[in-house]
């Protein structure tokens, strides 16, 4: 079993994030708002976004787990230690381990998405995308209409689904490019 920290360092630690986010407002702050996915112009996001509910509500419904969301959520898991789940590479994680079977299912794939990668304000999600149509992508700083989503549950701990367009536009303070790194190499 893992010791805890004494209350004064994890007050203190969270006191230190806390005002760091406030200071810092960048990296996992998407601003972006969510999509319907029954209105996305491919059919497969919302059987993509069905599994995805479905993972969000399996972590809120683990016992053993505390799930938090935002940047309260980052202060709580820093102060409350290691029951608590919250940060965006644990949504990350979870969400793609969730959903991965039915994107490979559908002929799409997954990937991890990040921004400023190594800096405070890092962020990072999961991209889904039409594996067929990849190969028409110029790159990540002209991201296709359709054909690629972000399933980013961090914000509000709910199956929030943005075009890649829309949360890319919406990443504020970036210092680092976006970046794609393949969770199975």
Same mark, same amino acid.
């Given at each position: 079993?893992?010791?805890?920290?004494?209350?004064?360092?994890?007050?203190?630690?969270?006191?230190?994030?806390?005002?760091?986010?406030?200071?810092?407002?960048?990296?996992?702050?998407?601003?972006?708002?969510?999509?319907?996915?029954?209105?996305?112009?491919?059919?497969?996001?919302?059987?993509?976004?069905?599994?995805?509910?479905?993972?969000?509500?399996?972590?809120?419904?683990?016992?053993?787990?505390?799930?938090?969301?935002?940047?309260?959520?980052?202060?709580?898991?820093?102060?409350?230690? %290691?029951?608590?789940?919250?940060?965006?590479?644990? %949504?990350?994680?979870?969400?793609?381990?969730?959903?991965?079977?039915?994107?490979?299912?559908?002929?799409?794939?997954?990937?991890?998405?990040?921004?400023?990668?190594?800096?405070?304000?890092?962020?990072?999600?999961?991209?889904?995308?039409?594996?067929?149509?990849?190969?028409?992508?110029?790159?990540?700083?002209?991201?296709?209409?359709?054909?690629?989503?972000?399933?980013?549950? %961090?914000?509000?701990?709910?199956?929030?689904?943005?075009?890649?367009?829309?949360?890319?536009?919406?990443?504020?303070?970036?210092?680092?490019?976006?970046?794609?790194?393949?969770?199975?190499?």
């Amino acid at each position: 079993m893992r010791a805890r920290r004494p209350l004064i360092a994890r007050v203190l630690t969270g006191m230190l994030v806390f005002s760091l986010g406030l200071a810092m407002p960048t990296g996992c702050a998407s601003r972006a708002h969510p999509i319907d996915p029954a209105t996305a112009p491919d059919g497969e996001v919302l059987v993509i976004a069905m599994a995805f509910e479905e993972t969000v509500e399996r972590i809120h419904a683990d016992p053993g787990t505390r799930w938090h969301s935002g940047w309260t959520g980052n202060l709580a898991v820093h102060t409350l230690g %290691w029951r608590h789940r919250g940060l965006c590479h644990h %949504w990350r994680d979870a969400v793609y381990e969730g959903v991965a079977p039915t994107v490979r299912g559908l002929g799409w794939d997954a990937i991890f998405l990040y921004v400023n990668w190594g800096d405070a304000g890092e962020h990072s999600a999961v991209l889904v995308y039409d594996a067929d149509a990849a190969h028409a992508w110029p790159s990540l700083d002209d991201p296709p209409e359709s054909g690629a989503y972000v399933l980013d549950a %961090w914000r509000r701990g709910r199956a929030d689904v943005y075009t890649l367009r829309g949360w890319l536009s919406n990443q504020h303070h970036v210092t680092r490019a976006p970046e794609l790194f393949d969770p199975e190499p």
